[in-house]
């Protein structure tokens, strides 16, 4: 007999339903399927446990205008401890959107062992398109309208794509005004003024460096002058190429929202960040010739990053990727269909849960640092962070080799299969 309770493993009347986030549950049912994952766990986690969604008014810089907008936060799992993730600013960012990244943050979470589940907020806004005093009554406002949901044992946020240190401080001021007393461990990647962690900022582009030597080896590339592609200069994409020159790669290329450019002979990536810093993008950089982003993408490398927004590696453009090794910095930057394209064509690529959770492990070092009051030296954090890295490479290596499936596979299953443990022997109140 059909059990009629049975939630359907993606129903079309679901709040959050979008195609991010079929795409995210798709990939997880795929992988319990191959993982033989119980029935009851498999459903649940298709799910996030709560989601809010907030409209909230705010004044723009013409006093008498307001403005509404749209706020998100999802929380994936609450099984394993608080939850953990971003809040990103973006004019399409929505509730499926939002989802499908907190359950990508519980993967990630679980995969490199750190007590969380995983969570992910959002704001529908521009925000180059917003004043700073606009953004910080925004944050504001939002925060307010979260309050309930955030807090350093409940949820934890951080910066994402559109926010920063800036934003980080805002919460934390809002938070802490609320509570009457600072609590710096509401939110990470603050300014370390505020109890931020050295090295927070160079996080996530310096973890996908640190598995650099073990990925160019398992494809036979040589790091020293590997060349190496770069899209994105933020946050991630900037210190990624920083860190890559760093250990003896070219970068040749790189491209952002004003434009991409490229130069055979590898770009100076120090002059690069100070070009980007007073001009506001890479277009226009001295030395290098301007291409378009389609070519950015083809370019002759050995390893391409993509380190910006979703979906940037789609079957439009996956047949003509160059590079041998794929490490994704960004979340989501890869469709199903480019991947299985890249995989047939012997494409190493490193999973973003893997690839870019050093942003997220040096988030949990600010974390228990502000809980303790006690701050650790930026050698101890870079080394934490390497062998926090390496390991969990190795394990999804492991795993890949054991059960013959690809790197995005076997960290998935990884992920997965510590969370269902822990479902397990919590078992199911009342
Ligand atoms: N937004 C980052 C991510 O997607 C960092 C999250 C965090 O530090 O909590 O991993």
Known sequence: MPDRNRA????????????????AVSQFQNVAEKMGLDDNIRERLTMPQRSLVVTFPYRTDEYSKVRTAYGYRVQHVLTMGPTKGGIRYAPDVNLGEVAALAMLMT???????????????????????????????????????????????????????????RVMAWIMDTYSQHQGHAVPAVVTGKPPELGGSVARREATGRGIISLLPSAA?????????ARVVIQGFG??????????????????????????IHNGNGLEVGRLARYVDEVGGVKGFPGADEITSDELMAIDCEVLIPAAVGGVIHAGNAGDIRARLILEGANNPTTLEADRILLDRGVLIVPDIICNAGGVTVSYFEWVQDLQNYFWSENEIVSRLREIMIRAFESVLEVSIREKVDMRTAALMRGIERVARAKLVRGVYP
Request: with cysteine.
């Open 107 to 165: 993967w990630k979470c679980a995969l490199v062992g750190l007590p969380f589940g995983g969570a992910k907020g959002g704001v529908r806004i521009d925000p180059h398109a917003v004043s700073r005093r606009e953004l910080q009554r925004v944050t504001r406002r939002y925060t307010a309208e979260v309050i309930g949901m955030i807090g350093p044992q409940t949820d934890i946020p951080a910066p994402d794509l559109g926010t920063d240190e």
């Open 217 to 225: 080896m398992r494809c036979g590339v040589a790091v020293d002058g």
């Open 235 to 260: 946050n991630v994409g900037r210190y990624a190429a920083i860190a890559a020159a760093e250990v003896g790669c070219r970068v040749v290329a790189v491209g952002d929202l004003t434009g991409a």
């Open 8 to 23: 359907p493993a993606v129903a079309p009347e679901m709040e959050w339903d979008s195609p991010m986030y079929k795409e």
